[in-house]
Structures are given as C-alpha cells and as structure tokens.
C-alpha cells in the first residue's frame, strides 16, 4: 500500500483537511468553514480556537472514511499573514488573530514611509511597507493588548503565523517553528540569510524569543502528541505559505512559470529559481520554498486582496445571491455590464498600488443597470486587478508571459476565467485539480519525508482540464482598461 499523506489547508474563510496517497490519488477530504470578525472598520480577526475545531472536525470525519495510523506524514499550507498569539506550552490563544486583510496599521506604515524606511525595509526582506503583512500587526499587539504585552514581559508569550499556532496545537507546545516561505511574509526576516533581522526586529519593537525557529519548507518540524482522533508520533514535514503551496501544486518548479490563485484574495507567483529579483514595479519578493537540502528558490508576487470575498459581498452584504456558485448564471444574463465598473477595494488596493486608503467603487450606475451587470462588473474587478498585477510583472521581466496557470475555488467560474483571458490577453490553464494548494502541502510534506527525492519530480501531477484563449479585440481591451484606470482613481479618491 503506498503512503499516505495529510495535507492541512488552513485558509481565510475555512479549513480543508485532505488525505492522499504517494500516487496523488484522493483518498477523503473535509471542508469546515469559521467565523469572520470584524471588530471595527477596517479590522479582520480570527478565533484561534475556532480554527482549530475546524481541524478536530476536519479530522473526526477522515478518521471515519480512512485509518489515520497509515498516515506517513503531514503537510500544513496556510494564511500568511495572519498572526497568532497563544501561551508557550499550553498553545492557550491569549487573543484573536490579526488577519492578513487587517488594516488597522495603516498610519504607523505610512509614519515609516514618512522617516524614510520604506527602502531599508524593502531591501532586507522583499516586501513593502504596508497593514497586509505581519510585522506592525505585532508591534501594534505589543504595544495596546495589555494579555499579550503581559505575556511578553513574563517571558510566556508565543507568537507565529497560523502554521506555527497548528504545529504547536498538532504537537501540544512541543514545537515552536515556522519555514522560511511564512517568515518572509512578516516583515521581520532578511532574504538573503534566511534568518530573522537584528534591524527589523529592533525597528518594530520584537524580542526574538517570542518568535518561531525559521526551518527549511521540507523536512522535520514535529511529531503529533495528543490529538483527538489523530494518532501520535506521525510527523509533521512539510510547511509553507498558501500561495506558495499553489505555485508548488500546479507544479511551477522551472524558473519563468507562473500561477494565478483565486480565493479570498487573488495571487499571482511567478517562480525566479534561487534569484532574489527586485521589482521596480512594486511586486514583492519573496521565498517560495526551501528544500530538505537548504536550496531555496525565490518568487515575485502580486496580490489583490479581494477575489473571492468580493463575491461573498456580493451574497452576505448585498444579498444579490444566495450562494457564490450563482454569480456565474446571474452574471451570464447580460453581454456587457453597459459602463458599470467596481473596484473592489474594500480592504484598500494590493499591488502594484499598494494604497491602504482606497475604497471600493461602483460606478457607472444607470436607471438601465441591473443585478447581472453589477455581476459582471464584479467578475471584470476581479480580473482587472489581476492585469494590473500581470503587466507589472511583465515589466520586471522584461518580456510576457505566454500563459498563467489557474486554480482556487473561483477558477471553477469559467465566464470569469474567459473574462481573464480577455482581459489579459493570454492564455489560461487550468488543471484538472484546482485544489493546488493542498495539494502544494502533500508536495511539502512527500519531499519532506523523502516519499520524493526532489521538486523536480513532481511535474508529472499536473494535468490539463481547459485552456482559455483570449476572444476580445486589441481596442475593446484597450477601452475596458482605460475606463478600469478612471475607476481606479476614483476609489483612491
């Protein structure tokens, strides 16, 4: 019988648990969706413990369809961002997750931008100064909750993104690590050595002792120790950041491949092999993973912090639909959207803008307009973000990609992956699996636990479903661009 593999998907909105076999076939999967907080305008907060009974749930159904003794190894792939707080050793949450699309920091980063340290920053880990990323998340923690800045001060304060938090829950406190993909999502780790930053620690106020050990993406993290319906001692070897689990899933191991995600946010990676590429364009650079042999490849990345959730707006906020999946048919009601557009910055612009303050925009509106077009208008918002992202990267490069890979729950959409294509004219595949970034943590944790013996022999899991070719016109392209870039300026107000 060959190995099974636990793959852990912890994402914004819900948590998948997924149980493989060496030969990538699916054995059983679960799907649990959590609660969104969102305390103030602007802020996003996790329960931790709820999370976690997402995974007990998730686990309490697989061991009733598969014996979780055979299970060889796991893989854990998650929200980035996102920043956990919990008591060393119990792994008691001591307050509720700051989420990635938090903004709530929003003027300490543009109070950096003002003294000049946008650049230093930028230079030492990657990213820019902006809420989305961990660090002034902790350093707001520090400084206004009174549990977490007591726990510091006792020296029983444990801090990580979410698959720190799992590796602790999955082994009851005994390990506190993270890989080099999530740590350099933080703000606090340098690129180059892989290790977290004397000068960024100090700029943001973090003692290193709160902080996970950084690890290679691949290998050994922990072993399981007391876990409801899941045996102990399986150990956990593989761990890495949602997006670049997906780049992993849909097999991008080649230096100049690219991948397009759609879940809450959409994300766009293109693999650099062990090239730190700057970006003039304002992409970020960041770790895709690092091997079992400490090799570490490197990605440039775009991100649009609403995709999915845009949609879910479109059903919780506005009542529209009833389900996501409905966007689709509603949308197909109409042939354009007649002038509406939306901008879906609800949680401010990502990338290339990076403008915290901007607001979503509907415009456009007649006595003519319907539902579908504002549908539509949504879908069009949605890959409109993701061409700005594109072109940028094509300018980093210097040349244009020949197509993008495609997966997330939205990539099933095909009206918005036909809009996608159009919109960027280029080719879009999808494979067969969308789920690519569970299937990124089976790759984790088989690499890690010497199931494969190298990247480079993952390639063949990748199988085609459909191809999107471009149908639109060079002009109308042109015009609907146009007309997305006056609504851009609009939302920045």
């Not at 902080?211 to 593989?238: C, M, N, Q, W, Y």
């Not at 090239?275 to 960041?286: C, N």
């Not at 949308?331 to 915290?356: C, H, I, K, N, Q």
Request: proline fraction near 3%.
């Amino acid at each position: 019988m060959s190995a099974l593999i636990l793959s852990i998907d912890q994402g914004t909105t819900g948590t998948k648990v997924l149980v493989m076999d060496s030969s990538l076939c699916k054995v059983a999967e679960h799907y649990e969706a959590f609660e969104q907080h969102f305390p103030e305008p602007g802020r996003v907060e996790h329960e931790c413990g709820q999370i976690w009974e997402t995974i007990e749930k998730g686990l309490e159904f697989l061991a009733k369809q598969v014996d979780l003794k055979q299970v060889a190894a796991i893989g854990i792939t998650n929200q980035r961002e996102t920043l956990c707080f919990w008591e060393k050793g119990t792994v008691r949450p001591l307050r509720r997750a700051i989420v990635w699309q938090d903004r709530r920091t929003a003027d300490r980063c543009e109070e950096l931008k003002r003294a000049g340290r946008e650049a230093g920053v930028c230079a030492k880990t990657g990213l820019l100064l902006d809420p989305y990323f961990s660090g002034t998340k902790l350093e707001w923690a520090l400084k206004n909750d009174a549990t977490v800045a007591a726990a510091d001060r006792a020296g029983t304060l444990a801090v990580g993104t979410i698959d720190s938090f799992l590796l602790a829950k999955l082994t009851s406190g005994d390990a506190h690590a993270t890989d080099t993909s999530n740590a350099s999502r933080t703000l606090l780790m340098d690129l180059s050595t892989l290790q977290w930053d004397p000068a960024m620690l100090a700029l943001f106020g973090v003692n290193q002792r709160i902080l996970p050990e950084i690890k290679p993406s691949f290998g050994a993290f922990g072993k399981t120790r007391g876990v409801r319906h899941l045996p102990d001692g399986i150990p956990v070897t593989g761990m890495i950041g949602d997006q670049q689990s997906a780049l992993l899933g849909q097999a991008a191991t080649k230096k100049g491949m690219a991948k397009c995600t759609y879940g809450t946010g959409a994300f766009l990676l293109m693999n650099t092999g062990s090239e730190i590429r700057r970006s003039k364009a304002r992409l970020l650079t960041t770790v895709a993973w690092t091997d079992s042999a400490g090799a570490t490849t490197y990605a440039l990345e775009g991100s649009a912090f609403m995709a999915g959730a845009t949609v879910q707006w479109l059903r919780d906020g506005l009542r529209m639909i009833s389900s996501s999946a409905e966007i689709e048919a509603l949308a197909r009601e109409v042939e354009s959207t007649d002038g509406v557009m939306l901008v879906p910055a609800f949680t401010g612009l990502g990338a290339p803008y990076w403008d915290p303050s901007a607001r979503a925009v509907i415009s456009g509106l007649t006595r003519g307009s319907t539902r579908a077009h504002i549908a539509r208008a949504a879908l069009e918002g949605i890959a409109l973000q993701n061409v700005d992202i594109l072109q940028a990267m094509e300018r980093d490069l210097g040349s244009a990609i020949e197509g993008l890979c495609v997966d997330g729950g939205a990539s099933t959409n095909d009206l918005l992956m036909q809009i996608q294509a159009d919109l960027l004219g280029r080719t879009l595949r999808r494979p067969v699996f969308t789920g690519t970034t569970a299937l990124g943590a089976v790759f984790a944790a088989g690499l890690g636990a010497g199931i494969w013996n190298a990247v480079s022999g993952i390639g063949d899991a990748w199988k085609l479903d459909r191809e999107f070719q471009p149908a639109m016109s060079e002009s109308a392209r042109g015009s609907k661009l146009a007309e997305w870039k006056r609504a851009v300026e609009r939302a920045r107000g």
